[in-house]
Every structure is written in C-alpha cells, then in structure tokens.
C-alpha cells in the first residue's frame, strides 16, 4: 500500500503476487500521474479501479488476491487502467474433487467475559430489540395490516414505554404460487421461521385472510404462533364477525393490546456475547469492500466465534468461486457436502432460468472498480473471517449449530437479509461501497462504510466507517474491535441510524417455485 501524504497517488496491492492494484484516491487519479515505486499512469483511473502493475499480453492471467479473476482479452501496458472490457471472466470452478476439512483452521482461544442487555425468551433465544411483530399469510391483507399498525402505534403503543416498535411482516406471498411443487416450501417455512425471530419475544400475531393457499393452519401446523400462550393470535378478514372495515382494524387492534403488555412486562437482562446470531452481508459493494470493511467484519466474525457467538455469512453467487476456500475451511466432512449440494443446487437453479453467476454483478459494483463476479467473490468471502465453517443452513431454515455458519441464499440484499432473519439473527452487519439505505424493522442494522468519502458524505447513514484502513488511519483489527464493540452496544439498546431514521425495507421471500 502506497500511503504517503493525503493527495499523493495511492494503490493497494492485496497479495505480492497480484499484477494490479486499486487506485485510492479520492476522485481516482489522471494519467501522469507518478507512484512512489515509480509506476506512471498512462490513463485516468477512477477511485477503487485496477492499474495494471506489469505489461500484460493478451490471455495473460489478471490476478487480483492472488487469484485468478479473469485474462486479458487485449494486451494491457503497464500503467493502464484495466477496466470491464479488458478482462474475460474464467469459467466456474467445478464442484468435483474439492478439498474438504483441509486447513486446520481454528476459531482461536475462547474470548471471554463481553456482555450486552438482551431480553431473554422462554426458549432460551435472547432479543436485541422488543418489537410487537403482526404476520400475515398473503399479500392481499398487508393495506389492513398497514392501518392496524399505525393506529395500534398512534393509540396504544405510548402506553408501553418498553416496547421498541410495531411492526407488520408484509411480504408478496400469494394464491398465484404452485404451493405444491418441489422447493415450494422455502417461503412457507421463512414465514414459519421469521415469527419464532428472539426480537419478536413469542408474541406475534398472525392476520389471515381466509381462502388462501397459504392457510394459518399450513403456516403454523401446530394452530398458534410459536411461543404464543392461550388462543392462537389470529385474525380472519373474512370471518362473518367482521362487517366493514373499521370491525378488521379494531379485531387487530384489539388483539394487540395484550401481547403489547406481556412485550412491556420484558427487562433488558446482562447477557453473555455467545447469545448473539449476527448475520453478515454486503450490499452496494466496490473495489474496496473486500480491503476494508469486509476484511474488518471478517475479524469481528472471528472474535463473535471465540466469544461463542454465532455468525452467518450469506449469498450464493458471491462465494460461488471461493467455493474450494470454503469446503477447505469446513469442520467436517458433512458441512463441506452441504456447502457443495448448496451450490450445486443454485447453479441449477440459475440454469433454469436461463443465467449464470456473472448476472450478479450491478452497474454499480462495476462503477465501484468490480469487475466481474470473480472479483467481487474474492472480497465477499473475506466476511467470514477465518473460523472453522461449522455448519450450513438451507434457505428458510433454523440452524442446529453455533459458530460460523454459511446461510444459502441469493445475494439479493433483500432477500439474503429475509431468510437470514428466518434463520434467527438478531444482529445485522451490513457494509456498503456506493452506499444504500437499507434497513430491516426487526432487528437493528449496522451499516459500515468501505470508503472516508461515503462515510463522509453520508455521516447520519452510516453507523462505522472502514475507509480508515485504506489510507492507512487504521488497521483491519482496530476496525474489527470497534465493531465487536459496537455490536454489543447496539444489542444493548444503542440506535443505529436506519433505526434513527426508520429505514425499514420490506420482506422479500425467495420463491423458486412457479407462480400460476
């Protein structure tokens, strides 16, 4: 890394074997421009884009993290900047004969004694947040919904000062989906899941419509909520009772105010660091996710593990081609099959649909210095840290293990966040590049910065900026200290500022199965 004064030319090199580097500098930098080693540009660079550090012939491998992320379809002088065209991305990595439980990797010595205010459950889950949560079985009632919760916050919500929020559980779900097709069951059982979420505290409601496929007793084959006492909390639109209305409003209303009470009744509790089930994600990702804020997630990942946390680390398309990194990592021979019959089920998957892994990446990623997926796998992966991969979690699933966890799911923000909620996170770590505002209403959302210049201009968004690491303020490990640190403050009650602001997005459930 070049880092002398805050305008001279900058570029990170990730790996000594790597035959280009990204450019740092705020606003990338114009040709003639002059490293420190004597590297002159030959072309503009923008921020975050490759350099190549060599005279590159055409076919000749562009390594960047010392892999492999494509060859040049062109020779490429020394000094040039090596944008989109100029590489042809490598085909994937076969999901035969990969190496399996080969690094003795090791979560390190335990970490003992952090603590954070969580609300524990009766099952033993504990909450970051106490949150009163109304599902639903279709999209038809979410408008109902919609204004039950507005009057139950206007109305009732003041009158307990414990709970955090009302929140309604909207998704697309509907009658048009084939419910008894093969892979069907994925959006049924992340509904089923969402509401046993720790933030939820057992009491969530459930409002039904009445004929639709997806019928209460389908969603909760036991006839209640889970960890809900006495009569099923459940209203039916359609049910005679109702005339008009303001009588399916009230019924919901109604309905509220006594699991608002039991929610109020719940105290903050001081509570060991291994109740936390962080989910990690990215979105809006560039050239400098996988230097900085990644790499520090990836760190804090580390320290969740040996604190006996449990952190999931997500998105299909974006480990596909670290796939062979992962299995090496797995702790047994079981989780390294289960990580290649994810894969192997979602290549599939994008096969049926006509596409591949190198669909994922956005324009903006590409703005972002991303060339391809390739690319952009290698800087996603580094989220997971170091730790033994001790188990996987199929889409819509609940884990069976602690630790480091790799939850399937598409690399969708939406989505992955969707079914990483169903499989029980409390605690979201979202890092961004070009910058989002998304945000989750059941379970605070940190978001970290990859770069000064975001963190900057969007200071009351982002929670934790990492740009720090890549002009050299900071060091990967710092970062990651200060966001274990803040990880248990915010599980304590510190708002982050997609709560400050609000910035919920909806659920998006993942439905491989054909719509009719």
């Known amino acids: 890394m070049q880092s002398q004064g805050s305008s001279a030319p900058r570029c990170i090199q990730i790996h000594p074997r790597d035959n280009v580097a990204i450019v740092v500098n705020d606003g990338g930098l114009p040709a003639g421009s002059v490293f420190p080693d004597g590297l002159v540009l030959t072309t503009r660079v923008p921020q975050g884009h490759k350099v190549a550090l060599t005279d590159l012939p055409e076919g000749a491998p562009i390594l960047r993290y010392n892999v492999v992320i494509g060859h040049a379809s062109r020779p490429i002088a020394r000094g040039t900047w090596v944008e989109e065209s100029m590489v042809r991305i490598p085909p994937a990595c076969g999901l035969d004969s990969l190496p399996a439980c080969t690094e003795a990797a090791s979560a390190g010595a335990p970490l003992e004694g952090h603590t954070f205010m969580g609300y524990r459950n009766a099952d033993g889950s504990v909450g970051t947040r106490n949150v009163l949560a109304i599902s639903t079985s279709v999209q038809c009632v979410s408008g109902v919904v919609e204004h039950a919760v507005a009057r139950i916050k206007r109305d009732l919500l003041p009158r307990f000062p414990s709970v955090d929020d009302v929140v309604g559980l909207e998704h697309t779900f509907g009658c048009g989906i084939a419910i008894e097709t093969e892979d069907a069951d994925i959006p049924v059982r992340t509904l089923r899941h969402i509401s046993r979420n720790p933030n939820f505290g057992g009491q969530v409601m459930l409002v039904s419509l009445g004929c639709e496929k997806l019928q209460p007793g389908r969603l909760f084959p036991d006839g209640s909520v889970p960890g809900c006492s006495g009569a099923p909390g459940t209203v039916i639109l359609?049910?005679?009772?109702?005339?008009?209305?303001?009588?399916?409003?009230?019924s919901i209303v109604r309905m509220a105010e006594p699991r608002l009470a039991a929610l109020d009744a719940r105290r903050r509790e001081p509570c060991p660091a291994s109740d936390l089930v962080v989910g990690v994600q990215c979105g809006g990702s560039d050239a400098f996710s996988g230097v900085t804020a990644n790499p520090a997630v990836g760190f804090a990942s580390d320290l969740l593990v040996r604190a006996g946390a449990t952190v999931m680390f997500s998105e299909n398309t974006e480990v596909r081609d670290g796939i062979a990194q992962l299995t090496a990592r797995a702790a047994t021979p079981e989780v390294a099959q289960a990580l290649i019959r994810e894969m192997a089920w979602y290549d599939a998957y994008l096969a049926r649909g006509g596409a591949d892994r190198s669909a994922n990446?956005?324009?903006?990623?590409?703005?972002?210095?991303?060339?391809?997926?390739?690319?952009?796998?290698?800087?996603?992966?580094?989220?997971?840290?170091?730790?033994?991969?001790?188990?996987?979690?199929?889409?819509?699933?609940?884990?069976?293990?602690?630790?480091?966890?790799?939850?399937?799911?598409?690399?969708?923000d939406f989505i992955c966040g969707t079914l990483q909620l169903a499989a029980g996170m409390n605690m979201h770590v979202f890092t961004t590049g070009r910058g989002t505002p998304y945000g989750l209403a059941a379970v605070p959302v940190i978001k970290v910065a990859t770069r000064s210049d975001l963190a900057r201009r969007w200071h009351d968004l982002m929670d934790l900026n990492a740009g720090t690491i890549a002009t050299g303020e900071a060091t990967i490990e710092a970062v990651g200290w200060e966001l274990f640190h803040l990880l248990l403050e915010v599980a304590s009650g510190r708002r982050t500022w997609s709560e400050h602001w609000r910035l919920h997005n909806a659920l998006a459930l993942f439905n491989p199965a054909p719509v009719t």
């Open 361 to 412: 990446t956005s324009p903006g990623n590409k703005m972002g210095g991303l060339t391809n997926i390739v690319e952009k796998a290698m800087g996603s992966i580094v989220k997971s840290g170091s730790s033994p991969i001790n188990g996987v979690v199929p889409p819509g699933a609940r884990p069976r293990e602690k630790g480091l966890l790799f939850a399937a799911t598409p690399a969708s």
């Open 238 to 250: 359609q049910d005679e009772a109702h005339v008009g209305f303001e009588s399916m409003v009230a």
